[in-house]
């Protein structure tokens, strides 16, 4: 019943109409006799969910570093018993996908300008731009066009020569190698873990990015 009206079908399937609505139509305007499960199943057939495309981006060697904050390791809080996480700072270059991993207690305007000053060394020079989250410590007020960078990151960013490009507000795939590499930080290295000190899981981070992690590249 349903494949003579196919051509009409597909047409309202891509146009995102329900079976339901679809049978209707039918039975209105088609003289179609058949049952509604008729055209749902037929429906169900045709129906192919299209994937969410992306356009894949290129950069050149050093060219741009993706920064963002995830969370660490629980770790002993100085002088008590206890143990909480603290955050993680992971630095990506986008074409490598060479990380700098850091765990701090505290975040401020100072320490995300340090944090970047410090993966620079670790990576041996700076790059050309830089992603980041719409964080206070990196970017007062978001803006696709004209972002108001924090001074302080603003200051360390014009020394290096470095250019900042704040990811839109809710788009993170615009840093989706630093997200992943956050999540792999996490699901790998540090799941299950705890550790005594900051310095000690710092340690063990930069041992497991030359043993395990670069290695792959």
Sequence with gaps: ?????????????????????????????????????????????????????FDRLSFLPGEEMQGDYGEGAPTRVPGSDRYRKPRLFVATLRYSRRSFRRVIWNSSQETWARLHEQAWRYFGGSCRYVVLDNLKEGALKPDLYEPELNPVFAAILKH???????ARVRDPDRKGTVENAIGHTQATALKGRRFETIEEQNTFLEHWEVKWAASRI
């Design 160 to 166: 290096y020569e470095v250019v900042a490009d704040p």
């Design 1 to 53: 019943h349903c494949e003579t009206h196919r051509t009409f079908i597909e047409a309202q399937l891509r146009l995102k109409r329900n079976a339901m609505a679809i049978y209707q139509d039918l039975v209105d305007n088609h003289g179609f006799a058949g049952k509604y499960n008729s055209v749902k199943r037929f429906c169900a057939k045709l129906r192919v969910v299209q994937p969410e495309q």
